[in-house]
C-alpha cells in the first residue's frame, strides 16, 4: 500500500494520433520507462493518462519520450478546464488543408470526367493531360501537404510499429513514384487497368485531398461529441460576490476559501457548494443532478456550485475551494472514465496492433498476383488495385468503436447526475445478476417522519401533536425533531416550553401551559403510573409494521400515541419495479430489526430482503453471492456500506452521501432519486450496444471493402472515401447515445 501511495496520476493532451496503432505505440513506449506503472492513450480524447512514481521518472521525461515518437504533446492541469480543447484550431488546420490541397486536385478530376461520361464529354484543356503538368501539381500535394504523413509514418517505423500514416505514405508514394518514374521513361509506360492513362498523379492527390477531408470531418465530429461535458465545465462561474466586514465585493472564484460568505442574487448560479447562511429561495439543479423540479433552499440547507439560483437572494458559506467542487470532481471522474479503457476496447487494440503489418502484406500479394496472373506485365494496374487494399484496411473505424461511445454515453450520464468512475464499470454495470439496495438513506429518506397520530379520549391530533410539539421541541433527539416538523407541517400551533427534562432512553418530561407532559416509551411511562393497555390494541400492530412509537401523558393520563418510521422515497418503489424489468435480481439488506425490513420490503413490491446486518455481514454477503457465481452490484450511502460498496463488482453511492461511500462505490449517482438506478443501468446496456454496433459496422465494412479492392472493383480514390466514411458512420452511431 505505501508504494501506491507514491503514485500520481497526470493528463496529456497528446495530437497527431489517428488510430489505434497509434495510441498503441504510445502505450508501449510509455510503458517501458522505468517509473510508469501504468498508460492509457485514448485517440478519441487526445489524451494520455499516466500513473507514474514521480520520484523515479518526472512529467517532462514522459512529455519528451511521447515528442520523440511524433506526436504534438502537453501536460493538462486540473484549471486547464474544456476536454478536447485544441478541437477547434485542429478543425481550422485539417479544413484549410483540404481545401487548399483540393484546389491542385480539382484540375484532375476535370480531366477524369470524359472518361467516365458515356455520352458527349466536356472540353478538357489539353494542358490538363499534359504529365508535366501533372507532376507540377501532385509534387506540393504530396510532400507539402502530404509532409505531416510522412513525418508521423517516419517516427512510427523508426519505433518499431506501423500506423495508419504508413499505408497512406505507402499508397501515395508508390503511386507517386511509380508515375515519376514512367515521365522520365516513357518506353516504359503502360496503360493500367482501365485506367485513363499510365500515369498516377491523379491517384496520390486525390488520397491526400480526401484523407484531409476525413480528418476535417472526424475532427468536427469528435468535437460535438465532448459537448455534455463542456456544459458542466460552462457552469462554473469565475467570480463571485463575497461579504467582508468592509462590504460586498466581487472576487474571482479561484481565491475564495472554506469558511467564506457569499452572496448570491436571482438569476446567478452559485459560485460553490455551500451551506445556505440566510435566505429562501428555489435553486435550479437540473444541470448537476437532472431533476427539473427546483429545488427549494434555506437556512442550514446544502447547495452545488454551478446550480442556478431563482427568484430569493441567498448568503452561501463555502463548504468546498473550486478543485473540491461538486462539479470538478464530476468532471474529474467523467474524464478518468472516459480515459480509462474498457475491457473490450482492449479486444480491439489487440486486433489493430496487427491490422497494419498483414495489410501491407496483403498489398504486396495483391500486386504480384495481378502483375503475374492476373493482368500479366500490367503494373499500372497491379499497383493500383494494391493501392486500394493499402487504403481501404486502416483500423480507424475498429479504433474508435469503444472510445467515441463511451465518451458520448458518459457525458450525457452525467448530464443526468449519473457519473461512472471508469469504462469498466459503464461497460458491467448492465451484466448485473444481483442488484443490492441498503435500506436507510438509500431507500428511505434516512430520517424518520411522523405516520400516525392516535389520539385518545379527550384529544384530537391536533391538540395532541401539539402539546407533544410542545414538549419536545427543546431536545435535539431526531424523533423530537420529526414531530417538531410535522406539527409545523400541518399548521398545528407549538406552544411554549416551561421546565424540561430529556431521560436518556427513556423520553422527555416537561411543562407546556401548565401541564404536565410525559413522552417516551411505553415501559417508562407506566412505571410512573400511566396505563397504556387500551391504547395497544391500535398501537400494537403499528409496532409490528417496525415503526417507532412515542407513548404520551398529560396531567398523569394517556393521551394517545405517536408513531413514526423512516419513509420510502416516493419514487424508490417504482424504480425498482424498472430494474426488475431490465432483468436485475433486486433485493433489500438492512441492519434494521426483521419488522422493518419486511414493511419496507413489502412496499417495495415483496422484494426479497436481509435484515440486521452490520457492515462486516454485508460485506460476507456481498462475498458469499459471488461465491455462487453472482455479478454483485451494492447501492448504498452510508459508512457502513463501504466494505460491501468496495467488494461488490459494481459499487454505486447515492445522493449526498459519505465520502467514504463515495470513495469505494464505482459509480456515483450525483441525486438521491432511485430512477438515477434504473437510468444508470439503461445507459449502460445501451452503450454496449452501441459498442458492439460500432464493432459489426468496422468488421463488416472490412469484409465487404477488402475482397472488392483485392478483386480490382475499387479505385484507391474510391478505397479511401469509403476509409474516411467508415470513421465517420462509427461516430454518428455513437452520437446517437446522445439521445438516451
Keep these: 500500500m505505501s508504494g501506491q501511495a507514491d503514485l500520481s496520476r497526470i493528463t496529456l493532451h497528446v495530437t497527431g494520433m489517428t488510430c489505434t496503432a497509434c495510441a498503441a505505440r504510445i502505450e508501449k513506449a510509455v510503458g517501458k520507462m522505468e517509473g510508469v506503472t501504468e498508460v492509457s492513450a485514448n485517440i478519441a480524447l487526445e489524451r494520455a493518462v499516466v500513473l507514474l512514481d514521480a520520484k523515479r521518472v518526472r512529467a517532462e521525461q514522459i512529455e519528451d519520450r511521447i515528442a520523440q515518437l511524433g506526436y504534438g504533446v502537453r501536460l493538462l492541469h486540473p484549471a486547464d478546464g474544456k476536454i478536447n480543447g485544441n478541437s477547434s484550431e485542429e478543425i481550422r488546420r485539417s479544413r484549410a488543408m483540404f481545401l487548399l490541397s483540393l484546389a491542385f486536385t480539382l484540375p484532375f478530376f476535370w480531366a477524369m470526367v470524359p472518361h467516365h461520361l458515356t455520352s458527349s464529354s466536356p472540353w478538357v484543356p489539353d494542358l490538363l493531360a499534359n504529365p508535366w503538368f501533372q507532376l507540377a501539381l501532385a509534387v506540393p500535394v504530396q510532400f507539402g501537404f502530404g509532409l505531416p504523413f510522412y513525418i508521423r509514418a517516419y517516427e512510427a517505423l523508426k519505433n518499431g510499429s506501423a500506423n495508419m500514416d504508413v499505408l497512406i505514405v505507402l499508397g501515395t508514394s508508390t503511386a507517386f513514384l511509380y508515375s515519376h518514374y514512367l515521365l522520365f521513361h516513357p518506353s516504359h509506360a503502360m496503360m493500367g487497368s482501365g485506367h485513363h492513362s499510365p500515369y498516377y498523379f491523379d491517384t496520390s492527390t486525390m488520397i491526400i485531398t480526401i484523407v484531409w477531408l476525413g480528418r476535417w470531418?472526424?475532427?468536427?465530429?469528435?468535437?460535438?461529441?465532448?459537448?455534455s461535458l463542456s456544459q458542466l465545465h460552462a457552469i462554473q462561474t469565475d467570480t463571485a460576490s463575497m461579504l467582508t466586514p468592509d462590504g460586498e465585493r466581487r472576487v474571482p472564484v479561484s481565491m475564495l476559501k472554506e469558511g467564506d460568505l457569499l452572496r448570491v442574487r436571482p438569476g446567478e448560479r452559485v459560485p460553490l457548494d455551500g451551506i445556505v447562511a440566510q435566505g429562501i429561495s428555489a435553486v435550479d439543479e437540473s444541470l448537476i443532478t437532472g431533476e427539473s423540479v427546483p429545488a427549494k433552499k434555506r437556512k442550514g440547507d446544502r447547495v452545488i456550485g454551478g446550480t442556478l439560483n431563482g427568484s430569493g437572494v441567498l448568503e452561501i458559506r463555502v463548504l468546498r475551494t473550486t478543485s473540491q467542487s461538486t462539479v470538478a470532481r464530476m468532471v474529474r471522474m467523467v474524464e478518468e472514465a472516459q480515459n480509462a479503457k474498457a475491457p473490450i476496447q482492449r479486444v480491439a487494440d489487440k486486433i489493430a496492433a496487427v491490422?497494419?503489418?498483414?495489410?501491407?502484406?496483403?498489398?504486396?500479394?495483391?500486386?504480384?498476383?495481378?502483375?503475374?496472373?492476373?493482368?500479366?506485365?500490367?503494373?499500372?494496374?497491379?499497383?493500383?488495385?494494391?493501392?486500394?487494399?493499402?487504403l481501404i484496411a486502416c483500423p480507424c473505424a475498429l479504433g474508435l468503436a469503444t472510445p467515441v461511445s463511451i465518451l458520448v454515453a458518459s457525458g450525457r450520464a452525467a448530464q443526468k447526475?449519473?457519473?461512472?468512475?471508469?469504462?469498466?464499470?459503464?461497460?458491467?454495470?448492465?451484466?448485473?445478476?444481483?442488484?443490492?439496495?441498503?435500506?436507510?438513506?438509500?431507500?428511505?429518506f434516512g430520517t424518520p417522519k411522523v405516520t400516525d397520530v392516535i389520539a385518545a379520549e379527550g384529544e384530537t391530533q391536533a391538540t395532541l401533536l401539539s402539546k407533544l410539539a410542545g414538549a419536545e421541541q427543546l431536545s435535539e433527539h431526531p424523533l423530537s425533531?420529526?414531530?417538531?416538523?410535522?406539527?409545523?407541517?400541518?399548521?398545528?400551533?407549538?406552544?411554549?416550553?416551561?421546565?424540561?427534562?430529556?431521560?436518556?432512553?427513556?423520553?422527555?418530561?416537561?411543562?407546556?401551559?401548565?401541564?404536565?407532559?410525559?413522552?417516551?416509551?411505553?415501559?417508562?411511562?407506566e412505571e410512573q403510573g400511566v396505563p397504556f393497555a387500551e391504547t395497544e390494541k391500535v398501537a400494537g400492530p403499528l409496532r409490528s409494521q417496525g415503526k417507532q412509537l412515542i407513548y404520551v401523558a398529560v396531567d398523569g393520563r394517556p393521551a394517545?400515541?405517536?408513531?413514526?418510521?423512516?419513509?420510502?422515497?416516493?419514487?424508490?418503489?417504482?424504480?425498482?419495479?424498472?430494474?426488475?424489468?431490465q432483468g436485475m435480481d433486486v433485493r433489500l439488506v438492512t441492519g434494521d430489526h426483521a419488522a422493518a425490513a419486511k414493511t419496507v420490503a413489502e412496499r417495495l413490491g415483496n422484494v426479497p430482503y436481509y435484515a440486521d446486518m452490520l457492515p462486516d455481514q454485508k460485506l460476507g454477503l456481498v462475498r458469499r453471492l459471488q461465491s455462487q457465481g453472482k455479478r454483485v452490484t451494492m447501492v448504498g450511502d452510508g459508512v457502513n456500506d463501504a466494505p460491501a460498496l468496495a467488494a461488490a463488482d459494481i459499487g454505486v453511492a447515492v445522493g449526498n452521501g459519505t465520502d467514504v461511500a463515495k470513495a469505494a462505490a464505482d459509480v456515483h449517482l450525483l441525486k438521491s432519486d432511485l430512477k438515477a438506478m434504473a437510468d444508470a443501468v439503461r445507459i449502460s446496456r445501451k452503450t454496449m450496444t452501441n459498442i458492439y454496433q460500432n464493432m459489426a459496422l468496422s468488421f463488416c465494412y472490412n469484409a465487404l471493402a477488402i475482397p472488392a479492392a483485392l478483386s480490382g472493383h475499387l479505385a484507391p480514390w474510391m478505397a479511401c472515401t469509403a476509409m474516411a466514411l467508415s470513421s465517420l458512420t462509427v461516430i454518428i452511431n455513437a452520437l446517437r447515445l446522445k439521445r438516451v
Design 355 to 390: 491490422f497494419v503489418p498483414v495489410i501491407a502484406v496483403t498489398a504486396v500479394c495483391t500486386f504480384l498476383y495481378w502483375y503475374g496472373m492476373g493482368e500479366p506485365g500490367a503494373a499500372g494496374g497491379a499497383l493500383e488495385k494494391a493501392i486500394a487494399v493499402l
Design 417 to 444: 447526475g449519473i457519473v461512472y468512475k471508469e469504462g469498466a464499470a459503464l461497460e458491467r454495470l448492465h451484466q448485473t445478476d444481483i442488484l443490492l439496495f441498503d435500506k436507510t438513506g438509500t431507500v428511505t
Design 481 to 525: 425533531r420529526a414531530v417538531v416538523e410535522e406539527a409545523e407541517r400541518r399548521g398545528v400551533r407549538v406552544p411554549d416550553c416551561g421546565s424540561f427534562l430529556a431521560v436518556p432512553g427513556c423520553g422527555v418530561r416537561a411543562e407546556v401551559h401548565g401541564r404536565g407532559i410525559v413522552a417516551g416509551t411505553r415501559r417508562w411511562l
Design 217 to 227: 470531418i472526424e475532427a468536427s465530429a469528435r468535437k460535438r461529441t465532448a459537448d
Design 560 to 581: 394517545g400515541v405517536v408513531a413514526l418510521a423512516d419513509t420510502l422515497r416516493p419514487t424508490a418503489a417504482s424504480a425498482l419495479r424498472q430494474l426488475k424489468k
